[in-house]
């Protein structure tokens, strides 16, 4: 059992700045990649960020530039740094990790998610 809890979510003005941390914890025998997703109000889940282990990294259109994602592979924790914030990025954030666990078999787990919410 792999378990995600994120940290960091809040009430932020337009422009302002949030980190968003996230610890996987269990059965753990490797992560291959690690990434956050959001969920807007009427919206499909979509991907914000994500990281592999090599350090391949990918954002959506909408965050580049603007948006940083950083893994600390020794402490299975992923980070997203999230700058020049817009209303439009309010929603439930969702980290996503998936690997192998110690039983052999493979993993792709959630968190719980944590509210950004981008208002004056």
């Given amino acids: 059992q792999v378990q995600l809890v994120e940290f960091g979510g809040g009430l932020v003005q337009p422009g302002g700045s949030l980190r968003?941390?996230?610890a996987a914890s269990g059965s753990i025998f490797s992560i291959h990649a690690m990434g956050w997703y959001r969920q807007a109000p009427g919206k499909e889940r979509e991907l914000v960020a994500g990281i592999t282990s090599g350090g391949v990294i990918n954002y959506a259109d909408s965050v580049k530039g603007r948006f940083t994602i950083s893994r600390d592979n020794a402490q299975n924790t992923v980070y997203l740094q999230m700058n020049?914030?817009?209303?439009?990025?309010t929603a439930v954030y969702y980290c996503n990790a998936d690997g192998l666990a110690y039983n052999g078999k493979l993993f792709d787990s959630w968190g719980r998610g944590t509210q950004v919410t981008v208002s004056s």
């Avoid at 020049?84 to 990025?89: F, G, V």
């Fill in 84 to 89: 020049a914030l817009k209303p439009e990025d």
């Fill in 20 to 22: 968003l941390s996230c």
